[in-house]
């Protein structure tokens, strides 16, 4: 007979639970701590109220715990305070642990937890112990502290883990971690978070030892948009910084005295209120306790007003917007202002222009007199807004002409609207108001109810709500009108910024539509450059002026015939502006009129053009690329055609994430001026083309450039190339011969694979008639085969170069012009600021320090064509001129 089909709701059933045990058979050290932690509290009877009596000095970590009592530095981790403490306990150790542990490995797991707990508790006493000199009052408050529990296990694991994440995760995990850690510690202060910061610092110096490798303690480089994400988490977390202290009843940390910029957030307990309001001289505190008790939402609300604020900018902040940056350096400097205001008030009670916290004791009084303990309170602000202006740049993206003009409008009038309610609701709720008010007490109120004055200048509140709907209008106005405000700001970073970035850019973008500049052309219209227009206002030029320098991006763009005269009179009117005028990047029928000036040339890169209308990729020297798409068509990865704009939300992060990454990886800052970045990719005219896969995972990206002669687009230029690093390996060799053969299919005429700076194939390089410019020029020009030698481990121009040959492009050299070689220094200057505009001393020092110590080599440039191209075995992911 035969046998029935199982029933279909039982192994659905048994098929989860064999996962899950899969799961924890993955993760032995896990499962046994979560087993061995439970056993510890159920063998002692501590689970319900934690270890109590005799037992609690001897398993809990304390200030006192070394020398005599050493086993507490594991046994801490091994037991909790009570049940919340063991079921919250085990719930981050199976999280981190089955998350962890079977990436990590289960002995480097264990390894890398438990030495955190020892070092992690090791480090902290020993801080305890120097800090005690210098903040006796804090360490003093500590000694009464205990520490149980396995948050430094598994803080100190997830800070190992980083070292085997990508680069981009890794930095971007360690920030938050760190941040959040010396946020608590600095405001709440107790022993158990300083005991969690160090554990954390101890993993990630083991999480490099235990992969094999030393830590190193250099500079994360960041890319323009992931330097704004790491700004806007600072200044987030910065904000929430004074809320987890005024939540902790007895915060102890050297910032903790920030909490006293708000109001208590803790409701008094009634007993307290009776006792205020039994003594007349008390009132003002009365009245605020009654507020306090009655409104709970409303003025915790506005007690977190500046927090709220500061978590909105630091949305605009990682979108680069000018506005948020602006608000945000308004907001820490008062934020500056009152720290200072409320620490002389604690110093100095009763003084002129001071404020004298309500609540704080002589504990409070008798912590802040140290001279550090009131630097620290005054330092956060002051450095965050230091932060800000250092890195201003970062954040140039303005919203559309008029935006914040009617944001400001908008504003006014919900205000008024809000203001025009509370007057009229108030005089008709008068009665249930104490004392009763009249219209004229309600009027001066008004700026109270939108601004948190009363909280942050320690004002008596002039009367105080005793029903519902008194206090839901006492407290709602505030609310209600921060709330819309918020929305309406948040729209403003969401509006997309003006295509002109400066003026003349829609001029200048007409003129290279109806005409022809070049391949790389439609980089003039980034951001960051100028625009000079010639007298008969048909041609222009794009330019950037870098201490005396005016460098032109490119030849001019216009009308072919009056090409050469437009470049005349453009050094003219740099002449006349006391500037010296150089042209980069421009082609050898440019150069050959400059050096009938009698101008200097050198080459500085390789164009690669491959017409289209040939482009099979069949043949024995096409192998390479046959097999890159054969690969993608076995792995189910498919090349999809979309912009910047259009994409999908999850396309775009993980567009920006493979960006990210690849910059972090790199030991120099992003490069720009003719290497576009993530921030060019947002120009509807600008096509990118993703290879995906069928479980959506992007693998690759590459970008495309517009190339318009009269008024059509005749072909397009490769800019952005980005591989994910795990990700299919040749997808940047898939994408550019799917590209050619889909322009092919559209009519396009050729793609430009773009340049490669410092880099040339075989052929010498071509020199005008000889004269003192161009006799400096081989010197510069040895001088540029030197440098492309000592960044190439870095950028890869050379690798880049040769990559493209397996294309078998056609080549063209692009060169830079210069009228005299005397200026070849600062147009030195002048260039490298223009690609490495953020680059800061140090990397200067040390990108100079490897130009001297590079030894001299003959140069060795691409063979042209690649008969048999190597057969690589990685594609290497360079960004492209």
């Known amino acids: 007979m035969p046998v029935p089909p199982p029933d279909p709701g039982t192994v659905p059933h048994q098929g989860r639970w064999l996962s899950r045990i899969e799961i924890l058979r993955r993760a032995p050290v896990t499962a046994g701590f979560v087993l061995v932690f439970w056993a510890a509290g159920a063998l002692t009877s501590t689970i319900i109220t934690g270890p109590a009596g005799t037992l609690r000095p001897n398993v809990a970590a304390t200030a006192h715990s070394l020398p005599g009592r050493w086993w507490a530095l594991l046994s801490s981790g091994l037991w909790a305070q009570n049940l919340t403490g063991y079921l919250l306990g085990s719930a981050v150790v199976l999280v981190v642990g089955l998350a962890l542990e079977y990436r990590m490995g289960s002995l480097r797991f264990a390894v890398a937890a438990l030495g955190s707990q020892i070092l992690g508790i090791s480090a902290a006493l020993a801080f305890l112990t120097v800090a005690h000199q210098i903040m006796g009052t804090w360490t003093q408050e500590m000694s009464g502290h205990l520490f149980l529990g396995p948050t430094a296990l598994m803080t100190g694991a997830i800070m190992a883990g980083t070292a085997m994440m990508p680069t981009l995760w890794r930095r971007r995990v360690r920030l938050v971690v760190f941040a959040l850690l010396v946020l608590l510690a600095l405001y709440s202060g107790g022993f158990a978070d300083l005991v969690r910061l160090s554990a954390a610092g101890a993993g990630a110096l083991l999480g490099p030892v235990l992969c094999g490798r030393a830590p190193r303690f250099v500079r994360p480089v960041s890319s323009r948009h992931e330097g704004r994400v790491l700004i806007a988490l600072l200044v987030a977390v910065s904000a929430v910084g004074p809320v987890v202290a005024g939540l902790t009843p007895h915060a102890a940390g050297p910032l903790s005295v920030l909490r006293f910029l708000f109001t208590n957030i803790q409701p008094v307990d009634p007993a307290t209120l009776q006792v205020l309001c039994a003594d007349p001289g008390q009132a003002k505190e009365c009245a605020g306790a009654q507020l306090q008790l009655r409104a709970g939402a409303g003025a915790i609300f506005m007690a977190v007003l500046p927090s709220f604020l500061l978590l909105i900018l630091a949305d605009g902040l990682r979108r680069g917007r000018r506005f948020a940056w602006a608000a945000a350096v308004l907001v820490q400097l008062g934020l500056s202002v009152l720290a200072g205001i409320t620490i002389a008030g604690v110093l100095y009670p009763g003084a002129p222009g001071t404020v004298a916290p309500e609540g704080i004791g002589a504990i409070e009084t008798a912590r802040y007199t140290?001279?550090?303990?009131?630097?620290?309170?005054?330092?956060?602000?002051?450095?965050?807004?230091?932060?800000?202006?250092?890195?201003?740049?970062?954040?140039?993206?303005?919203?559309?002409?008029?935006?914040?003009?009617?944001?400001?409008?908008?504003?006014?009038?919900?205000?008024?609207?809000?203001?025009?309610?509370?007057?009229?609701?108030?005089?008709?709720?008068?009665?249930?108001?104490?004392?009763?008010?009249?219209?004229?007490?309600?009027?001066?109120?008004?700026?109270?109810?939108?601004?948190?004055?009363?909280?942050?200048?320690?004002?008596?509140?002039?009367?105080?709500?005793?029903?519902?709907?008194?206090?839901?209008?006492?407290?709602?106005?505030?609310?209600?009108?921060?709330?819309?405000?918020?929305?309406?700001?948040?729209?403003?970073?969401?509006?997309?910024?003006?295509?002109?970035?400066?003026?003349?850019?829609?001029?200048?973008?007409?003129?290279?539509?109806?005409?022809?500049?070049?391949?790389?052309?439609?980089?003039?219209?980034?951001?960051?450059?100028?625009?000079?227009?010639?007298?008969?206002?048909?041609?222009?030029?794009?330019?950037?002026?870098?201490?005396?320098?005016?460098?032109?991006?490119?030849?001019?763009?216009?009308?072919?015939?009056?090409?050469?005269?437009?470049?005349?009179?453009?050094?003219?009117?740099?002449?006349?502006?006391?500037?010296?005028?150089?042209?980069?990047?421009?082609?050898?029928?440019?150069?050959?009129?400059?050096?009938?000036?009698?101008?200097?040339?050198?080459?500085?890169?390789?164009?690669?053009?491959?017409?289209?209308?040939?482009?099979?990729?069949?043949?024995?020297?096409?192998?390479?690329?046959?097999?890159?798409?054969?690969?993608?068509?076995?792995?189910?990865?498919?090349?999809?055609?979309?912009?910047?704009?259009?994409?999908?939300?999850?396309?775009?992060?993980?567009?920006?994430?493979?960006?990210?990454?690849?910059?972090?990886?790199?030991?120099?800052?992003?490069?720009?001026?003719?290497?576009?970045?993530?921030?060019?990719?947002?120009?509807?005219?600008?096509?990118?083309?993703?290879?995906?896969?069928?479980?959506?995972?992007?693998?690759?990206?590459?970008?495309?450039?517009?190339?318009?002669?009269?008024?059509?687009?005749?072909?397009?230029?490769?800019?952005?190339?980005?591989?994910?690093?795990?990700?299919?390996?040749?997808?940047?060799?898939?994408?550019?011969?799917?590209?050619?053969?889909?322009?092919?299919?559209?009519?396009?005429?050729?793609?430009?694979?773009?340049?490669?700076?410092?880099?040339?194939?075989?052929?010498?390089?071509?020199?005008?008639?000889?004269?003192?410019?161009?006799?400096?020029?081989?010197?510069?020009?040895?001088?540029?085969?030197?440098?492309?030698?000592?960044?190439?481990?870095?950028?890869?121009?050379?690798?880049?170069?040769?990559?493209?040959?397996?294309?078998?492009?056609?080549?063209?050299?692009?060169?830079?012009?210069?009228?005299?070689?005397?200026?070849?220094?600062?147009?030195a200057n002048a260039i490298t600021r223009a690609y490495l505009p953020t680059v800061n001393l140090a990397e200067t020092l040390t990108l100079a320090r490897r130009l001297l110590s590079a030894p001299k080599q003959p140069r060795t440039r691409v063979s042209r064509p690649y008969r048999h191209p190597p057969s690589q075995p990685e594609t290497p992911v360079k960004k492209s001129e």
């Open 370 to 827: 140290h001279p550090l303990a009131l630097v620290l309170p005054l330092l956060l602000p002051a450095v965050l807004t230091l932060v800000l202006l250092i890195f201003r740049g970062l954040f140039p993206v303005s919203a559309p002409a008029g935006t914040y003009r009617r944001l400001a409008v908008s504003t006014g009038k919900t205000a008024a609207v809000l203001a025009s309610v509370y007057l009229l609701a108030g005089i008709l709720l008068a009665p249930s108001i104490t004392p009763v008010p009249g219209p004229r007490e309600l009027l001066a109120d008004i700026p109270d109810r939108f601004l948190p004055l009363g909280y942050m200048l320690d004002l008596a509140p002039a009367f105080v709500p005793q029903g519902a709907a008194a206090t839901v209008l006492y407290e709602g106005v505030g609310i209600v009108f921060w709330a819309v405000t918020a929305i309406m700001t948040l729209k403003t970073f969401l509006r997309p910024a003006p295509t002109q970035h400066h003026s003349g850019t829609g001029l200048a973008r007409e003129i290279l539509k109806a005409n022809h500049g070049g391949n790389l052309s439609w980089m003039t219209t980034w951001p960051g450059n100028m625009y000079w227009f010639s007298s008969t206002g048909e041609s222009f030029i794009a330019y950037r002026v870098i201490a005396g320098v005016a460098l032109a991006l490119g030849g001019p763009v216009g009308p072919v015939t009056p090409r050469h005269a437009t470049f005349e009179e453009f050094t003219r009117f740099c002449s006349g502006q006391g500037w010296t005028p150089c042209f980069y990047s421009v082609p050898l029928d440019l150069r050959d009129h400059a050096a009938s000036l009698g101008w200097g040339s050198v080459q500085v890169a390789q164009e690669t053009i491959l017409p289209l209308d040939a482009v099979s990729f069949k043949g024995k020297k096409f192998q390479d690329v046959r097999t890159a798409m054969n690969n993608a068509a076995k792995a189910g990865i498919s090349a999809e055609w979309t912009t910047y704009r259009t994409a999908s939300f999850s396309v775009l992060a993980q567009i920006q994430e493979i960006s990210e990454e690849w910059v972090a990886d790199k030991k120099m800052p992003e490069m720009g001026f003719t290497l576009g970045s993530l921030d060019e990719l947002n120009d509807p005219e600008v096509r990118l083309l993703v290879a995906v896969g069928t479980d959506h995972m992007v693998h690759a990206v590459a970008s495309w450039l517009p190339v318009y002669n009269n008024g059509t687009i005749e072909g397009w230029t490769l800019d952005f190339m980005r591989r994910r690093t795990n990700g299919f390996r040749a997808g940047i060799e898939f994408l550019i011969a799917s590209a050619s053969l889909s322009l092919k299919n559209e009519g396009y005429g050729f793609i430009s694979l773009s340049g490669a700076p410092l880099a040339r194939h075989n052929e010498p390089p071509q020199r005008g008639p000889a004269s003192a410019s161009n006799q400096s020029s081989g010197s510069l020009d040895r001088l540029l085969d030197r440098l492309g030698a000592t960044l190439e481990p870095v950028y890869g121009f050379r690798s880049l170069l040769a990559f493209k040959a397996k294309f078998q492009p056609r080549y063209e050299p692009l060169y830079m012009l210069y009228p005299d070689a005397a200026a070849l220094p600062a147009i």
